[in-house]
């Protein structure tokens, strides 16, 4: 079952920020966060394991909640390189590799 | 330089024909996985390896098939079974499920 991700799409004028939202109703083990431009193939920007921590580079980072089953990546001071196609992965762990995406997060930088 | 590799990138097929779409990856990965995309869809899960000689079905597998006969190999046949074949294909790998999936460039295939 894909997680859920919210909101489908956003725009933004360049300089703001964003926060994108990714839920699952399983347990979560891990919960992968990646890229895609338009016709590429997606491209990694960070993994987060079980124990809620919070990482990234200075302007997108991401956190994940896994009492809650959620995880959120923001993107802060956005570049007009930062348009694209944003994708949770989610994870059950243990012996199973599945990894499971949500439908994405059209996002949309202008000048 | 090592890497996964999608061939071809584009294919056209008659409908009632299979068709194989090649993935081959030299990063010594155990995990192998093939996702369909369509818009609005997102990633979709067709089918995903652990190790060589075992695979597991996603959450779309209906009209697929796949082989992991060596561990470098994981190709997917789109049979005439799947109704709606026309697609833009993903093949990923990675160590496990903690660490980073690196995808292929994908295959867009068109069924007329």
């Known amino acids: 079952q894909q997680p859920v991700q919210s909101p489908q799409a956003v725009i933004l004028r360049e300089g703001e920020d964003a926060v994108i939202n990714c839920s699952s109703s399983k347990a979560l083990y891990s919960v992968h966060w990646y890229r895609q431009k338009h016709g590429e193939a997606p491209v990694f920007l960070m993994i987060?394991?079980?124990?809620?921590e919070q990482k990234g580079h200075e302007k997108i980072s991401a956190s994940f909640n896994e009492k809650k089953q959620q995880s959120s990546l923001y993107l802060t001071a956005s570049q007009l390189s930062y348009s694209g196609t944003y994708f949770c992965?989610?994870?059950?762990?243990?012996?199973?590799?599945?990894?499971?995406f949500g439908k994405g997060t059209l996002l949309t930088v202008n000048p | 330089d090592g890497g996964i590799t999608q061939s071809p990138k584009y294919l056209f097929r008659k409908e009632g024909q299979n068709v194989t779409l090649s993935c081959e990856q030299n990063?010594?990965?155990?995990?192998m996985y093939w996702y369909r995309q369509d818009p609005g869809q997102g990633l979709r899960l067709i089918y995903y390896s652990q190790i060589v000689n075992d695979f597991q079905k996603g959450d779309i597998a209906e009209g697929y098939s796949v082989s992991r006969e060596k561990k470098e190999s994981f190709p997917l046949t789109v049979t005439s079974a799947q109704k709606n074949p026309t697609a833009f294909y993903l093949c990923a790998s990675s160590i496990g499920w903690t660490t980073e999936a690196f995808f292929g460039q994908g295959t867009r295939l068109t069924v007329v």
């Open positions: 990063l010594n990965h155990d995990a």
């Open positions: 992965g989610t994870s059950s762990g243990g012996s199973n590799y599945k990894l499971t």
């Open positions: 987060l394991l079980k124990g809620g």
